[in-house]
């Protein structure tokens, strides 16, 4: 008797977060960050007032120094310089790919001594009427996509909100998003005058919906209207379908939502997205219906990679079509980006056409997206730690170079 193994669906963490011994400030939410001037002597009385002016230090200037924040008293700002640090990820390596998307390999602090360093990877893609920001949630990813690079990462471990603002902050650092930094110059950056980075998706490695609490409050940050201010209609969470928690992500994240689906039937989703025998096709839908605030206004994006002979046929196109009948939503179809090992092909690009123009004469918006940063493995479905592809030699040839920029 043959036994059949059922696939691993999630991966469990390998490490947990721990912190480092003065803790970075950046991340934490106003109530958060008012708890930690309490812990430094800092009066209820005061404390509104002072975390109003470190949140405009922080997120509106930029600052990485408790020093130049000229409207703190130098006491505080010594005390404050005594516990806490403004750090934010360090860049190892940055990559420059000839369409103007830029992608960072990340190094987290407060790592264990002793223990292998944490890395993710982010990635800017510039465009003429915004500047996207492809952010991680955990190092690694939950899951096991098979047409995804990622998915063949371990899990390492969730971020915290710290690190995943962090990221924002290190783009805005080396683009010269903030106040008083020069803005660096590229192919398809935004003119002076115009923010670098405009819209937020939570796209990069990790299932968000699987790291809930941070990505929440993380995401809270970031939309704050009095700091780094990005609009949540302008911030984008994607998942795999984890159905119990895409309810919740409406009510306490309230931002717009992609769902990554790739097939119309279960038995390819099963392959595709293993995820799927856990949450079928019709519970995913489902929730999508119920999704919070969704409308015509606030549609859901649905991805779709296109691959050759897998999923690119007419008749899924029709299948797709009456799948997504009564959901507000969009169609992204996405040209499969090869990776090293990969078994899938991208599909035609005169099927991909013909794919299209169902959806689209069917009354749904679908944009094909077009492939950004692929010479330096940054688009869809690409990002992996750079610490797992690269050698020694390079990644020490590509931290030099960040280095010295």
């Not at 096709?281 to 990679?305: H, M, Q, W």
């Not at 691959?307 to 969009?330: C, H, T």
């Not at 099927?351 to 077009?370: C, D, M």
């Amino acid at each position: 008797m043959t036994t059949v193994l059922e696939p691993v669906l999630e991966k469990t963490p390998l490490e947990r977060y721990v912190p480092p011994a003065k803790p970075s400030l950046v991340g934490l939410s106003r109530a958060a960050l008012a708890e930690a001037l309490g812990v430094i002597g800092v009066t209820p009385a005061q404390q509104k007032m002072r975390v109003q002016q470190l949140w405009h230090w922080i997120y509106v200037r930029g600052t990485q120094s408790f020093d130049d924040m000229t409207s703190v008293s130098k006491e505080l700002r010594a005390v404050l310089e005594a516990h806490y640090t403004l750090a934010r990820p360090e860049v190892v390596a940055e990559q420059v790919s000839v369409d103007g998307t830029r992608k960072w390999l990340l190094r987290l602090p407060g790592e264990t001594p002793g223990s292998a360093p944490n890395d993710v990877e982010c990635v800017y893609i510039p465009e003429s009427d915004r500047g996207t920001l492809c952010v991680s949630s955990q190092v690694g990813c939950t899951l096991n996509c098979t047409f995804c690079h990622t998915g063949t990462q371990r899990l390492v471990r969730n971020l915290t909100p710290g690190e995943i603002v962090g990221q924002i902050m290190v783009a805005r650092d080396r683009l010269g998003d903030f106040i008083g930094i020069e803005r660096v110059k590229g192919p398809g950056l935004p003119t002076d005058g115009e923010r670098c980075v405009s819209n937020i998706v939570m796209m990069g490695m990790g299932e968000p919906l699987y790291n809930f609490e941070a990505v929440r409050d993380a995401l809270g940050v970031v939309s704050d209207g009095d700091g780094l201010a990005i609009s949540r209609r302008r911030i984008t969470l994607s998942t795999s379908g984890v159905v119990p928690m895409i309810e919740r992500a409406g009510a306490e994240i309230g931002v717009m939502l992609a769902v990554s689906l790739h097939a119309v039937r279960d038995e390819l989703r099963n392959e595709l997205v293993p995820l799927n025998r856990k949450y079928p096709i019709a519970e995913l839908l489902d929730a999508c219906r119920n999704y919070p605030g969704v409308s015509n206004s606030k549609r859901i994006t649905f991805e779709y990679v296109m691959l050759k002979g897998v999923n690119d046929s007419l008749e899924d196109a029709k299948a797709l079509v009456r799948l997504l009948k009564g959901i507000p939503a969009k169609i992204n179809l996405i040209p499969f980006n090869p990776w090293p090992g990969t078994t899938y092909e991208c599909s035609d690009w005169d099927q991909i056409e013909k794919f299209s123009e169902v959806v689209f004469n069917a009354g749904y918006a679908s944009p094909v997206r077009t492939p950004r940063g692929r010479d330096i493995l940054a688009a869809c479905g690409q990002l992996k730690s750079a610490t797992e592809k690269l050698s020694v030699r390079e990644r020490m040839a590509l931290r030099a170079m960040a280095m010295t920029d």
